[in-house]
């Protein structure tokens, strides 16, 4: 039996469950345009049927392989048949084309409100020392490139009309735990793109950005890394993660924009936690679910934050210690 894995709620799933039926009226993205890249297969593949049943009114199916776009529309129609599907053979690093569809899209339907970015590749498992520095940023450039290829795409094409995009990005929970060896390149590049993507929302105030891990799932590309890699856990059924997504896209989880969330994790106990997620705004770097530097700031302009300083033995806050310098 595997050890317990690690998490931020008490309660976990393997299996999809009541609150994140993308049925829900809760849930519903009925009126939205759904960009899906990586739709060929794996999570890309079960998300498009997630997003159908949630009553979304266009699905944008990205992906390399036409006969795979094409069994991805045939589980769609399956039990979704009114839903409208396009789908584009695309390279997501190939910028001038991915503008190019994203243009088309937003021409046809009006703009692009949703886009669950799941293209992904891994990059050989092998030691860092091994590693071919000819061909390691082949991984770099698919993930990071490719991810800010579909970012400015979107963006772009929305323009100033549409300025509004939820953007939820698929990521690994390897970059959160120790090194784990053989999976440098693939976790570094994914560490990349996480940072890439929260310096894009900055920039870029209409983009609600989510990082979320949706576990290791029974795809292609699992099925390549337990080649040389003893998988911790799997879920057998891709409707959990997938029907994560339709809720995290949903009002209900937009306190967790900006945030890294595991798919995993009890959408109530997530809800139930929100003041503790979000932080104050009198004290930066408060908060939970998002990259920091732990123990980082307790100290603005000379003076502590609340909760930072240990107190005195009065129980006033230690004041900050003055330095003279002769």
């Not at 699992?222 to 809720?247: G, H, I």
């Not at 809800?271 to 104050?280: N, P, T």
Request: aromatic letters at 8%; one cysteine or more; proline letters at 8%.
């Amino acid at each position: 039996m595997p050890p317990p894995q690690p998490s931020y709620t008490k309660v976990t799933y393997n299996a999809t469950y009541p609150a994140i039926d993308p049925t829900l009226p809760a849930l519903s993205t009925a009126g939205k345009v759904v960009v899906i890249t990586g739709a060929s297969g794996g999570i890309g593949h079960a998300a498009a049927g997630s997003f159908a049943a949630s009553g979304a009114k266009a699905l944008i199916l990205l992906g390399r392989r036409a006969d795979a776009l094409t069994e991805t529309v045939a589980h769609v129609r399956a039990t979704n048949n009114d839903v409208l599907t396009h789908t584009y053979i695309v390279d997501l690093c190939d910028s001038p084309t991915v503008r190019a569809v994203m243009a088309a899209v937003v021409q046809e339907h009006g703009g692009i409100d949703i886009l669950v970015h799941s293209a992904g590749v891994l990059a050989p498992v092998q030691p860092l020392l091994t590693a071919d520095p000819a061909t390691f940023l082949d991984g770099y450039k698919t993930t990071v490139v490719g991810t800010l290829s579909v970012a400015q795409a979107v963006v772009l094409a929305n323009g100033e009309k549409h300025p509004d995009v939820t953007f939820v990005n698929l990521t690994t929970a390897g970059i959160l735990f120790p090194p784990f060896p053989g999976m440098g390149a693939y976790v570094s590049s994914k560490m990349a793109a996480v940072k890439l993507l929260e310096a894009f929302a900055a920039e870029n105030k209409g983009v609600r950005l989510h990082n979320v891990h949706p576990g290791f799932l029974k795809t292609d590309m699992s099925a390549q890394l337990a080649r040389t890699t003893k998988l911790p856990f799997e879920y057998d059924d891709l409707s959990l993660p997938s029907n994560f997504l339709v809720w995290i896209v949903s009002p209900e989880a937009d306190f967790l924009r900006n945030k890294l969330v595991f798919a995993a994790w009890d959408v109530e106990e997530l809800k139930a936690r929100k003041a503790e997620i979000v932080g104050s705004s009198e004290r930066p770097g408060s908060g939970e679910l998002w990259f920091g530097f732990k123990g980082f700031p307790r100290y603005v302009g000379g003076n502590p934050l609340p909760g930072t300083v240990p107190p005195t033995v009065d129980g006033s806050e230690r004041p900050p210690a003055k330095r003279s310098h002769s």
